[in-house]
């Protein structure tokens, strides 16, 4: 039985992870949040999941000291403080394409903390079900996006992200970037869906490199996306 501590238990990653661990047999998962963060510092793991990374862009920009602290210095708290066989790091995109932005400058740096052993796992633009913020929440809900129309995202659904993951996090090491296979313009999605939605940012392409067998295609948002926006709840959010 493999051991896993998955810090940041219940962030938009982490609790899809969880849930995706404990349908495997061979594995006993510990789920971390805040409240449990002291007393399961204290133990052995054979991987430590660090799920807690935060994904706000606009308070990043805005509390750039907050946010080295909550990437950087969490990752650092993990990598010299924790007991364990091997960290997972959980990072964005950003780190490689967003490297003009303090978001994408603190991810890179965090991912530098890592070891050679380690696995460093960079996730490409997500959407589920519990869709809360991001371009895709911005569209649905009527407003500006903060980007070129033009931008490029290789989307991917949260829950088969999570999937991937849990099957693959014990045997992978190095770095490996996770999304669509290919990409898809945020103004094609938003005309696809009928949104008159106003453009207003810089160019961003947010596609990952080298996409492995089986990684789906990122035109998957649209169907997701159709049967999101006819929900009722969803244009509350």
Not at 182 to 205: C, K, M, N, Q
Request: with cysteine; hydrophobic share 45%; charged share 25%.
């Amino acid at each position: 039985m493999v051991s896993i501590a998955v810090v940041g238990s219940r962030g938009y990653v982490g609790r899809a992870l969880v849930n995706a661990l404990r349908l495997r047999a061979d594995v006993d998962v510990t789920p971390v949040s805040r409240e449990q963060y002291d007393a399961a510092s204290t133990a052995h793991y054979d991987v430590v999941v660090n799920a807690a990374m935060p994904s706000a862009r606009f308070k990043a920009r805005n509390e750039p000291l907050w946010d080295f602290d909550a990437t950087v210095g969490v990752t650092a708290q993990l990598r010299y403080r924790w007991s364990y066989g091997k960290l997972v790091q959980i990072s964005s995109v950003s780190a490689r394409c967003q490297l003009d932005t303090v978001y994408g400058r603190h991810k890179e740096l965090a991912e530098r903390l890592c070891g050679s052993d380690d696995l460093i796992v960079r996730l490409a633009p997500l959407y589920s079900e519990d869709l809360a913020k991001g371009v895709l929440a911005d569209m649905a809900n009527g407003r500006p996006v903060w980007a070129d129309g033009a931008s490029r995202y290789a989307f991917v659904s949260r829950d088969w992200a999570a999937d991937w993951l849990a099957a693959n996090l014990l045997a992978r090491t190095g770095m490996v970037e996770i999304g669509g296979r290919d990409a898809i313009a945020l103004g094609e999605v938003a005309d696809r869906l009928g949104l008159a939605t106003e453009f207003r940012g810089d160019l961003d392409h947010q596609e990952i490199t080298e996409p492995e067998p089986g990684f789906p295609t990122a035109a998957e948002v649209l169907p997701f996306m159709r049967a999101w926006l006819d929900r009722p709840a969803a244009t509350a959010r």
